[in-house]
């Protein structure tokens, strides 16, 4: 079976129609020095995701409703589901005829070699917002193997002032509702090629990676941004999926770093206007 591609307005972003369903109005009461004002006010929506893998349950993640080809697919290869795009047969997402708060199914159809693995270390597990872990059924599930990415040349900080000056331009979502992280793959000048954007960081991280794979990005010809700190499974999601430099808007946490330095990739934090760290970097040898 041929593989759905992802579909994108110019620019690589996620199209308007899609969008809508990512939030709604809600009446609030906004209080701005000493105006109190009745009005209304656009909040995201975020709704359960179900993940099937060849008609097994494995994950129910809280996510926002767009874009959930690309999350399959960055999710399947950033948990290690499967290893390359191609053992992805088939992606079905199975939307309910009423209220998005019913949830979603997203089927995928994986070989047959993939499906087997995954049913010997299997979990099931809910996604809140923001924790990647919250199904790990053990220690050892916690902390897994990370991937070496291609040792690339540090990009310049040129590129990080380029790419940040036009982060929150291309945040629709975020920008509506404040709601949003956005991750976004950048050309080697710091100009915006991609973004996705999810309410958890990690959705939007597995988006992003996912609409890269399907699309068969050279992932050395620019770098990774997001809105985020950089944790341990920011790091790790981005190493399993060949990205050699991660940029974020944040702080790393201690075991990210150390990730990053294990598998070689260049990370970036606190990337602000004027000014950005740089925690590792994959040209210069270190003890």
């Not at 979502?173 to 999810?198: P, V």
Request: net charge neutral.
């Amino acid at each position: 079976m041929t593989q759905p591609r992802f579909r994108q307005d110019a620019g690589g972003q996620t199209p308007a129609a899609e969008l809508q369903h990512c939030h709604r109005g809600a009446q609030v009461t906004r209080r701005q020095l000493d105006q109190i004002t009745d009005t209304e006010d656009q909040i995201a929506e975020e709704v359960p995701v179900a993940m099937i893998f060849n008609g097994i349950s494995h994950a129910v993640m809280m996510a926002s409703p767009n874009d959930l080809e690309d999350f399959a697919t960055g999710f399947s290869l950033s948990e290690g589901i499967v290893e390359h795009s191609d053992e992805i047969y088939s992606i079905e997402v199975i939307r309910p005829t009423a209220s998005l708060t019913a949830g979603i199914e997203v089927q995928v159809a994986i070989s047959s070699q993939r499906a087997a693995l995954l049913k010997q270390r299997r979990r099931n597990l809910t996604g809140r917002t923001g924790c990647g872990l919250c199904g790990a059924e053990s220690l050892q599930q916690a902390i897994r193997p990370i991937r070496k990415v291609e040792k690339t040349e540090l990009i310049s900080a040129a590129a990080v002032e380029t790419a940040i000056a036009q982060l929150t331009q291309r945040q629709p979502l975020q920008s509506l509702t404040g709601a949003f992280h956005g991750a976004a793959w950048c050309n080697l000048s710091g100009d915006i090629e991609m973004i996705r954007e999810d309410v958890g960081r990690h959705n939007a991280l597995d988006k992003l990676l996912g609409a890269l794979k399907r699309d068969k990005v050279d992932l050395t010809t620019g770098f990774t941004l997001v809105s985020s700190r950089a944790s341990y499974e920011m790091v790790h999601k981005a190493s399993s999926c060949g990205v050699p430099t991660l940029v974020a808007v944040s702080a790393p946490t201690g075991l990210a770093l150390d990730l990053a330095k294990q598998s070689g990739l260049n990370l970036i934090g606190f990337a602000r206007p004027g000014k950005h760290v740089v925690y590792n970097r994959s040209d210069i040898p270190r003890d």
